[in-house]
C-alpha cells in the first residue's frame, strides 16, 4: 500500500492546475474560443435559443428577490453571455470574409459577464423549475465561467485554493504529518470521553465498508465538528476508515469554472477509496463536493463508478437511525427547529428525504421553511462566494430572501448539511438580527445519540 501511495503521489506532485493565467487582450478571444468549444453543448445552445421572456424566472432568483434590479433577472444574467457569443463566436458570421476574430474583446462585455457570472449567480439551479422551457442559468453562466477562466477573469479565492490542492492535497494545505497527529489527538479526546483507553480511529485500514472523508476545515480548526461525525460512525459500529492520502470534500476547481482541475481534484478521492479497498464513500458536509462526486464526476467521465454511489454523511445517519443502530434522545434541543436544503444536496443532489428523517428522529418540533425542498432560496454563500473575502457584502445582500425566511419560521435553531451554508446564515444571523443558531446536522445528531 506504501508504494503505490507514494507512486500516487509521485503522479500527483508532477500535475499542475489548467487555466487561470491571465492573457493579453490581443489573445483572450484565441482562448475563449477554445473554452467555448470544449464546453459548449447542444443542452446549452438549446437553452440559450429559447427564452420566452416571461420573466417566471424572475422570482425564482434570491439576488432579484433581494434587489428588486431587473439585471439580476436570470434572463438578463444569460443574456451577457449570449451577447458575447453574437459578437464574437457566431457560427456563421465567424465563418464570413472579413470577420475579425483576433480583435480584442470589449472589456465592458467582459466585465460585465464576469459579474452576471461570478458575482451575480451562484449556480444554483432553481430558475430552471420555474422557467416553461427549462431554461437552467447556472448551466449556462457556468460556460461563461469556464470561458473567463481561460483568460484568467476568476475570483482570487477560487484560485490560491486550488493551487494549494494541487500542491499539497487538500485547499487548506494541511500536511498528512499534522493530520494524522491531529487524528490520534481526536482519538485520545473521544477515548476519554466515553471511558475507552483503548478507541482508536482507523487510519488507512483496507477493505473497510466505508471511506470517510472529512473536511479538512474540520481536522486543522474545528476537531469538534469532525469528532461528533467520528462519534455516529463507531456508535453504529460502522466499518470504516479514513486515508492519510485524501482527506478533502471540498473541490472548488469546480467553482472556476475549470472541469480539468474538477477531475483532477476528485481523482485523488477516488485512488485513495482504490488504495484502500474500500467498499463506498461518504463524506463530510460539503454541498458542491458532494455535487461534484456524485453527480459531475460520472457524468464528465462518460461512465458510471464501479463501486455504491457517493453518500453525504446525512444519508448514513438516516440508514443509522432507520436501522436501529443508533437511537436518539428526542427534544434534547428546544425548537422550533428548521433545515435548509443546500442548493446542490437537495435541488442539484436530490437528497431530500433523508434529512427530513433525521429531523424528525431529533424533534418533534420540525418546521419547515417555504418553499423547501428542490424550491428552496439559495442562502447566497454558494457558486464560491464564501471563499472570495471582496464578496462578502455582496453574499449578505443575496441572503435576504433567506434571512426573511429564516424568520417566518419562527425556528431557535437552524440545521443544514453544508459547510459554506452554516457559515453563511451565521452571517446573516448577524446582519439581519434573525437571533438564532447554526447547527450541524451532524452536530445535533451526535449530541442526542443514547449510548
Same mark, same amino acid.
Given at each position: ?130 422557467? @416553461? =422551457? ?5 448551466? /449556462? ?12 477573469? *476568476? ?15 487538500? +485547499? ?29 480511529? @482507523? ?8 471511506? +470517510? /472523508? ?5 481536522? #486543522?480548526?474545528? @476537531? ?10 463507531? *456508535?453504529?459500529?460502522?466499518? +470504516? ?26 481523482? #485523488? ?21 458532494y455535487r461534484v462526486l456524485r453527480w459531475e464526476v460520472e457524468k464528465y467521465q462518460g461512465k458510471p463508478f464501479t463501486f455504491p454511489p457517493v453518500l453525504s454523511i446525512v444519508e448514513l445517519i438516516d440508514r443509522y437511525i432507520r436501522q436501529g443502530r443508533i437511537k436518539l434522545e428526542k427534544d434534547k434541543f428546544e425548537g ?32 419547515? =421553511? ?42 431557535? /435553531? ?7 451554508c452554516m457559515t453563511q446564515i451565521r452571517d446573516l444571523s448577524k446582519a439581519y438580527d434573525l437571533g438564532i443558531e447554526v447547527k450541524s446536522i451532524v452536530e445535533l445528531t451526535a449530541e442526542s445519540i443514547i449510548q
Amino acid at each position: 500500500m506504501q508504494q503505490n501511495r507514494n507512486q500516487i503521489e509521485s503522479n500527483a506532485s508532477n500535475t499542475k492546475p489548467e487555466g487561470g493565467q491571465v492573457v493579453e487582450p490581443e489573445r483572450q478571444l484565441e482562448f475563449m474560443r477554445r473554452a467555448l468549444k470544449k464546453n459548449l453543448s447542444r443542452q446549452i445552445q438549446f437553452m440559450l435559443n429559447s427564452c420566452v421572456r416571461c420573466g417566471l424566472c424572475a422570482e425564482s432568483c434570491h439576488y432579484y428577490c433581494a434587489a428588486g434590479q431587473s439585471e439580476l433577472i436570470p434572463a438578463n444574467k444569460f443574456e451577457k453571455l449570449s451577447r458575447v457569443l453574437q459578437k464574437y463566436f457566431h457560427p456563421v458570421k465567424s465563418r464570413l470574409t472579413g470577420f475579425n476574430g483576433n480583435v480584442r474583446p470589449d472589456e465592458r462585455m467582459i466585465t460585465e459577464l464576469y459579474q452576471a457570472a461570478y458575482e451575480n449567480c451562484t449556480l444554483c439551479g432553481k430558475c430552471a423549475l420555474t422557467c @416553461p =422551457m427549462g431554461i437552467n442559468t447556472g448551466e /449556462i453562466l457556468y460556460l461563461a465561467r469556464a470561458m473567463l477562466f481561460s483568460i484568467g477573469r *476568476v475570483p482570487s479565492g477560487l484560485l490560491h485554493p486550488v493551487k494549494t490542492a494541487f500542491e499539497v492535497g487538500n +485547499y487548506l494545505g494541511l500536511s498528512t504529518t499534522d493530520f494524522v497527529e491531529n487524528i490520534e489527538w481526536i482519538a485520545e479526546e473521544m477515548g476519554d470521553e466515553i471511558g475507552d483507553e483503548n478507541f482508536s480511529i @482507523p487510519i488507512d485500514k483496507k477493505n473497510a465498508d466505508v471511506l +470517510y /472523508i472529512p473536511h479538512p476545515l474540520e481536522a #486543522r480548526d474545528l @476537531p469538534f465538528l469532525l469528532m461528533y461525525a467520528l462519534k455516529i460512525l463507531h *456508535v453504529a459500529g460502522e466499518d +470504516y476508515t479514513i486515508s492519510s492520502y485524501d482527506f478533502d470534500t471540498v473541490n472548488y476547481a469546480y467553482y472556476q469554472g475549470s472541469k480539468d482541475n474538477m477531475m483532477a481534484i476528485s481523482q #485523488r478521492v477516488l485512488d485513495a477509496r482504490e488504495m484502500l479497498q474500500a467498499k463506498s464513500i461518504a463524506l463530510a458536509p460539503c454541498g458542491h463536493g458532494y455535487r461534484v462526486l456524485r453527480w459531475e464526476v460520472e457524468k464528465y467521465q462518460g461512465k458510471p463508478f464501479t463501486f455504491p454511489p457517493v453518500l453525504s454523511i446525512v444519508e448514513l445517519i438516516d440508514r443509522y437511525i432507520r436501522q436501529g443502530r443508533i437511537k436518539l434522545e428526542k427534544d434534547k434541543f428546544e425548537g422550533p427547529i428548521t433545515y435548509h436544503d443546500p442548493c446542490n444536496i437537495a435541488r442539484r443532489g436530490g437528497v431530500l428525504e433523508a434529512p427530513r428523517n433525521v429531523m424528525n428522529a431529533l424533534t418533534s418540533n420540525f418546521v419547515e =421553511m417555504h418553499p423547501h425542498g428542490v424550491r428552496n432560496y439559495c442562502c447566497g454563500g454558494g457558486g464560491g462566494l464564501a471563499s472570495t473575502g471582496d464578496f462578502g457584502q455582496l453574499r449578505i445582500k443575496a441572503g435576504k430572501k433567506k434571512a426573511e425566511q429564516i424568520r417566518q419560521t419562527g425556528a431557535k /435553531i437552524v440545521a443544514t448539511n453544508c459547510f459554506n451554508c452554516m457559515t453563511q446564515i451565521r452571517d446573516l444571523s448577524k446582519a439581519y438580527d434573525l437571533g438564532i443558531e447554526v447547527k450541524s446536522i451532524v452536530e445535533l445528531t451526535a449530541e442526542s445519540i443514547i449510548q
